[in-house]
């Protein structure tokens, strides 16, 4: 029998590096837009497991500051999918427990999007449960670019860690335990690189609309036998 992770020991926050849905597609020869289509889906399966056994907090990257030199077909597809997400999730408002923040940067996104956005943020912001962070034209470096212009307009006298992470868009957030790469590729693409400092990271073979709640808790498991001594001996 397969050992369960210990589900008194999780990690807090969880950050998914979602790969691999062009390849699922072209293995099953689809267009690639079919793969983006099951891996929201995926996704969304994933949530509602994770939730259920504990999960405080998950950040996905959905779309990168890179991804924009895509076609411009497979771009708009994908909005299209993030704009009914988000429609969803505001009917649904009442039946699920969600809190939903967007991060990134919210300049390259249309009015329409933004204005849904701002109002689903507004209508979760109380929620109790899972604590969702979708990565929307998202790079780790423009992120800290944004946070230093900030920090200059604020006209600090001393600038610490702490006074820094504060005009990053994960604040309030805590930074990633576990940080999931699906898809067999080894690297973390401008993902959260300021708050991936100290997270353990754990690679899997398989495409996202494949990764299920079963792939995670064998991720977890991994991450629960290791030793985390933050620089200590």
């Known amino acids: ?67 924009r030199s895509r076609p411009k077909d497979e771009i708009d597809y994908l909005m299209g999918l993030m704009s009914d997400y988000i429609d969803d999730n505001i009917a649904k408002v009442k039946s699920n427990n969600y809190r939903i923040r967007i991060i990134g940067n919210r300049d390259m996104l249309d009015k329409m999007l933004n204005d849904k956005i701002n109002n689903l943020e507004e209508l979760t912001k109380d929620k109790t449960g899972l604590a969702f962070n979708i990565a929307l034209f998202y790079g780790g470096r423009d992120e800290i670019v944004r946070a230093v212009r900030k920090t200059v307009n604020e006209g600090l006298s001393e600038i610490t860690e702490a006074s820094f992470a504060k005009h990053l868009d994960t604040a309030m957030i805590p930074d990633p335990d576990l940080i999931i790469r699906t898809s067999g590729e080894k690297r973390l693409s401008n993902f959260l690189i300021w708050q991936s400092a100290y997270s353990e990271i754990y690679f899997s073979d398989k495409y996202w609309p494949d990764f299920n709640i079963e792939y995670l808790k064998e991720a977890i498991l991994d991450y629960q036998n290791r030793e985390r001594r933050f620089g200590k001996v």
């Open 1 to 67: 029998m397969k050992k369960e992770p210990d589900l008194i020991n999780l990690p807090k926050h969880i950050a998914l590096i979602m790969d691999g849905n062009g390849r699922w597609a072209k293995k099953r020869g689809l267009p690639r837009n079919m793969g983006h289509k099951a891996g929201a889906s995926a996704l969304e399966k994933l949530l509602k497991e994770a939730a259920k056994i504990g999960i405080e907090n998950i950040t996905v990257y959905a779309f990168s500051t890179e991804n």
